[in-house]
């Protein structure tokens, strides 16, 4: 449902021009959908009978609105769903991540036009509330009527721009899996799996963009560790997984979509990002990870992209590398950008402790504590702060 469902609001937003009545006329057939086959079995083709059912729902809101009677023509003489080589989920995306959305409203926007999900699910999702989460989609969906935001894939030089837009919206809903406030070590699986679908989707839509190959390896590389991730409810860092528990054929998967980002012969932040979970992927132990190609690999990223956030990852390896006192100074430059941020925190208490200054990683790893809404990464710091790990 989640594949066709996308794809059906693509179709009827290019048809009718108006992704508002598309999304509501597809939840309706979905929720029809719902009724009638749990009752009658699922039909022979899905797809088709939720495509005439949204297109049903579209001609009865229409037909009730009576300022839609015009594109009743259009939507009447719309050629039919598939029926175009280019997927039509792509230029509904692009339109859900346009520039003149704030953030908050791209990913919200992406989440319920294409992935489809209800209000309660996007409020967890993004940690806010169902009234917020509705309130935001309708401004953007009145600020795309509004500006003419045009639902299209861009091309030449805007398309590198506007998709980067795109692949940072996918890796920060994988992030959202991560952030549930009051949630264990477990992922969301249900959200995590719709980022790697959709990353997939626009790889395998845009097959010349190495940097769409990139960010798909990248969450793939991480998907693989997910089960090493979460033992028994207790959160696990890379240092200490059990490698054997690492989905290996989403590793091997993971490789295959970077090798091919590289034959492309465009290298950006997401294959560099990707490149370094390749490095832990090569590693048998921490211990043997290859931490200067890590720490170079950070270099080349941190002159594409040098977000604090970057930064902060860099001195991680820096500190496997040079030490924890080169490392601590380096973090403590980054303190005014990122002092209300947990990890920043983390990082430097476990740098402290690694010195032997132990009253001050306390502090540290408290703070993180106090700034972390998410259990398990609670439990962790306090396991730290007793000396338990």
Known sequence: MREESARIVAALTTSLGNLDLAEEAVADAVEEALREWRRRGIPPNPGAWLTQAARHNALDRMRRQKRYREKLVLLAEA???????????????????????????????????????????LARATLSTETAVQQRIVRAKRRIAETGIPLRIPEGAERAERLDLVLTVVSVMYSCAHLVAGGDASADRDLADDAVWLARV????????????????????????????AVDGRLVLLAGQDRSLWDHRLVADAR????????????????????????????????????????????????????????????????????????????????????????????????LRDLGRMAEADAADIRARELTANEAERRLLAARIAGAV
Not at 87 to 106: K, N, T
């Open 79 to 121: 050629p039919p769903v598939g029926a175009t080589e280019v997927d039509e989920r792509l230029p509904l995306l692009f339109g859900c991540c346009h520039p003149a959305l704030s953030p908050d409203a791209q990913l919200a926007l992406t989440l319920r036009a294409i992935v489809g999900l209800t209000a309660a699910q």
């Open 202 to 229: 626009v790889a395998d839509a845009l097959p010349r963009e190495a940097e769409a190959h990139g960010l798909l390896a990248l969450l793939l590389f991480h998907r693989a560790r997910e089960g090493a991730r």
């Open 256 to 351: 295959a979509s970077l090798e091919r980002a590289a034959r492309l012969r465009h290298p950006g932040r997401w294959q560099l990002h990707a490149a370094i979970a390749a490095c832990h992927a090569d590693a048998s132990t921490s211990a043997d990870t290859d931490w200067l190609q890590v720490l170079t690999l950070y270099d080349l990223l941190v002159a594409r992209d040098p977000s604090p956030i970057v930064r902060l990852n860099r001195d991680v390896a820096l500190s496997q590398v040079d030490g924890p006192a080169a490392a601590l100074a380096d973090l403590d430059a980054l303190g005014p950008s990122l002092h209300g941020y947990h990890l920043w925190h983390a990082v430097r208490g476990r740098l």
